[in-house]
T-cell receptor, first 114, second 113 residues
C-alpha cells in the first residue's frame, strides 16, 4: 500500500504570495491532519479534515486554510505569505478521526519564504 | 508545548548502550504516540499506546504508558547507529470537547559507533 504523499516536496516563495500544498492520504483513510514544524515552535497542529469537513482547527491565523475532496485528498493554502511561515508542513492520514488509530505522516513540504 | 514535556532534549550514547526517553503530560492522556524523525523528513510511526499500563515492543524499542502518572517512556536496548534521529511523543488529550494531538519538543538521539 502506498504511503502518504505530499507535493511539492520543496517550495520557495516571496512575501505576500500565496501557496497551495497537496496531500494524498493512504488509500481508504478518510482523515487528514496538517501540521507545521519549525525549529522554534516544534510540531504544531493546523487542522483536521474528515469526510470533506474541517473537524478541528489549531491556533493559526485565517491566512491558513484547507479543504478536503471527496477522494480524501487534501489541500492546504497559505495566503499573504510571511517570513515566519517558512517551515516543514506535514500531513498525516488515518482511517478515522479522533486519534483512536495510527496516524501516518507524509514526507512533508519544505516551504521557504524569502 | 508546555502541556507535554519531553526529556532529555538531547542524548549522546555509545553504541550498545541502553537509553530511555520520557514524555509527561499535564493533561489526562487518551493515547500516546511515539514517532522517529530524520532531520527535515516525515515522521515514522513507532508505537501507539492507549491503555494504562500498556507496554509495546518492536525490535529493540519498548514503550510503556503510565496513565496515572500521565507519562510514557521509550526504552532502546543495545542502541545502534540506525537508532539515531529525533524521537517525538504525541499525546492525545481533550481540548474543549474535541480530542487533540499535541507533540513534545523532541529528543535528539546520537549514537556513537
Amino acid at each position: 500500500k502506498a504511503g502518504v504523499t505530499q507535493t511539492p516536496r520543496y517550495l520557495i516563495k516571496t512575501r505576500g504570495q500565496q501557496v497551495t500544498l497537496s496531500c494524498s492520504p493512504i488509500s481508504g483513510h478518510r482523515s487528514v491532519s496538517w501540521y507545521q514544524q519549525t525549529p522554534g515552535q516544534g510540531l504544531q497542529f493546523l487542522f483536521e479534515y474528515f469526510s470533506e469537513t474541517q473537524r478541528n482547527k489549531g491556533n493559526f491565523p485565517g491566512r491558513f486554510s484547507g479543504r478536503q475532496f471527496s477522494n480524501s485528498r487534501s489541500e492546504m493554502n497559505v495566503s499573504t505569505l510571511e517570513l515566519g511561515d517558512s517551515a516543514l508542513y506535514l500531513c498525516a492520514s488515518s482511517l478515522n478521526r479522533g486519534y483512536g488509530g495510527t496516524q501516518y505522516f507524509g514526507p512533508g513540504t519544505r516551504l521557504t519564504v524569502l | 508545548s508546555q502541556e507535554l514535556e519531553q526529556s532529555p532534549q538531547s542524548l549522546i550514547v555509545q553504541e550498545g548502550k541502553n537509553l530511555t526517553i520520557n514524555c509527561t503530560s499535564s493533561k489526562t492522556l487518551y493515547g500516546l504516540y511515539w514517532y522517529k524523525q530524520k532531520y527535515g523528513e516525515g515522521l515514522i510511526f513507532l508505537m501507539m499506546l492507549q491503555k494504562g499500563g500498556e507496554e509495546k515492543s518492536h525490535e529493540k524499542i519498548t514503550a510503556k504508558l503510565d496513565e496515572k502518572k500521565q507519562q510514557s517512556s521509550l526504552h532502546i536496548t543495545a542502541s545502534q547507529p540506525s537508532h539515531a534521529g529525533i524521537y517525538l511523543c504525541g499525546a492525545v488529550t481533550i481540548s474543549g470537547s474535541a480530542r487533540q494531538l499535541t507533540f513534545g519538543s523532541g529528543t535528539q538521539l546520537t549514537v556513537l559507533p
